[in-house]
């Protein structure tokens, strides 16, 4: 891909989605720009939910925490993550963010954090 092309496609992207300090190897470019251009068809409002659960230690003792991810597409191109957390001694906790940035949504289809 020539720079003229990938500065194209790269400004294709960054109207649906944050590119800026954002570096993308051409691969990376071009499967952005295919999961913009499938995003409504193939992803908007898709969900999916992983519970796990495993045993921890803590100065009061051992305690078992189950966590639930749950990733859904959004409207706009983007991924809303919802974690929560229960442990069996009664603590709970829960956090959201949206992932709207190219670095971030190259990262999650990665399996990367």
Same mark, same amino acid.
């Given at each position: ?20 300090? *954002? =570096? ?5 470019? &071009? #499967?952005?720009?295919? !999961?913009?251009?499938?995003? +409504?068809?193939? %992803? ?19 305690? *078992? =925490? ?5 990733? &859904? #597409?959004?409207?706009? !191109?983007?991924?809303?993550? +919802?974690?929560? %957390? ?28």
């Amino acid at each position: 891909m020539d720079r003229n092309e990938k500065k194209r496609l790269r400004e294709r992207i960054g109207e649906k989605i944050d590119v800026s300090g *954002t =570096r993308m190897s051409d691969d990376e470019a &071009t #499967f952005l720009a295919g !999961v913009i251009d499938k995003y +409504d068809e193939q %992803y908007r409002g898709d969900s999916s939910t992983k519970t796990s659960s495993f045993t921890g230690s803590s100065s009061e003792g051992k305690y *078992t =925490r189950t966590e639930t991810w749950t990733h &859904t #597409f959004t409207d706009e !191109v983007g991924i809303r993550q +919802d974690y929560e %957390y229960h442990d069996d001694d009664g603590q709970t906790g829960k956090d959201s963010k949206v992932i709207k940035d190219a670095r971030g949504i190259l990262n999650w289809f990665q399996g990367r954090p």
